[in-house]
Nanobody, 118 residues
């Protein structure tokens, strides 16, 4: 069974950091695109970052550039999202998803809550 599980969310003060983990079971990320998305209360889900494991190319949404990163050295079934300098606008449920491209995501995790207090 293909499954993605996110972890690492929590409550943090503005300016703080969190590292989210996306762990896969039932498949490996070798040739996949792995995306992080988030959904704030009352808002639509938006893409935060996406990386293609085959060439390491990574995209970041403008509001997180310079603060969020997908560290190198991910294993074949684990990808991280390092989030620094968090602000209250980063609050939401964060999801990881996998697919053949960043635009076609076929497997989703259940999400992990990130809450940033001011």
């Amino acid at each position: 069974e293909v499954q993605l599980v996110e972890s690492g969310g929590g409550l943090v003060q503005a300016g703080g950091s969190l590292r989210l983990t996306c762990a896969a079971s039932g498949f490996t990320f070798d040739d996949y695109a792995i995306a992080w998305l988030r959904q704030a209360p009352g808002k639509e889900r938006e893409g935060v970052s996406c990386t293609t494991m085959s060439d390491g190319h990574t995209y970041y949404e403008n509001s997180v550039k310079g603060r969020f990163s997908i560290p190198k050295g991910n294993t074949k079934n684990t990808v991280y999202l390092q989030m620094n300098k968090l602000n209250p606008e980063d609050t939401g449920v964060y999801y990881c998803a996998a697919g053949w491209t960043c635009s076609v995501l076929s497997s989703w995790g259940q999400g992990t809550q990130v809450t940033v207090s001011s």
